[in-house]
């Protein structure tokens, strides 16, 4: 069975750069919504990796995420952009207290962990395990430059009583598996490139990624003063939401079963 590991890092539009509030988090709050419907309809539970800083303005939404059956992850705190190189302390506090945070929301354990921009550091592992987290995605599979080795690529593998989930990487382009550098590269490219080098290889496992502010069409944008993330973001593309349900509906109709991240955690450790 192909499993799909479908991740969202919820966070302020921009990658996080933003202070979090309403007007800062146009992706949250236009297209979470939409997502959350379109899973249901979809039958297809995810991953979100919550930056805990949108809490205040966002409870609500995170809690129906839970409810919808989807696995809530912590993202941090503040989404450090220094997270792998700032001081131990602060490290410490923001992976310890986003998954309190969330565990007091969701009335439910947080396992899972991704640092901002995949910054991880050497003991970030031993800090997670020590906190009680059974899971990682904060890594990107190695590049694979020979094709018939993309296969190995994105597995996940346990370290100590931790499992690790890499991002899955883009075949040739070397980017990490995620929905901006898929619609960049065009659905319709990355399905036909993916058909050739992935379909004929015995793909067990994919992590894939994306962020809400990735599907914002410019409209919604506007709100953005901000000159690189206009020019960044400028698709003017109303058709983002369904060139990620053309996505979806292909791995869908290639047998890719959605699963949590936990689950295969748990399923592993029986
Ligand atoms: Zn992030």
Redesign the pocket.
Known sequence: MKKIFLSI?V?SDW??RLKATQDNCQGIKIIIPKLLHFFNDEKIKCNF?I?TNILTEFKGLIQEMAHDGHEIAS?GKN?LLNFDTADFLTVKDEIYQSKIELEEIITSKIYGF?A??FRNFPGLYDLLEKMGYLYDSSIVSKKIYLPYQLNQSSNPYSIGQLYEFPVSRMMFFNFPMGFLWINILGVKTFISIFKQHYLSKKVDYLTIYL?PFDLLCTKDNSKTNLLVPKVFYNYNNKNLFNNFKELISFFKTYNFNFENFSSHVINKKK
């Open positions: 890092d966070e990658g996080g990796f930056s993202h989404h991704r901002p921009q962020h």
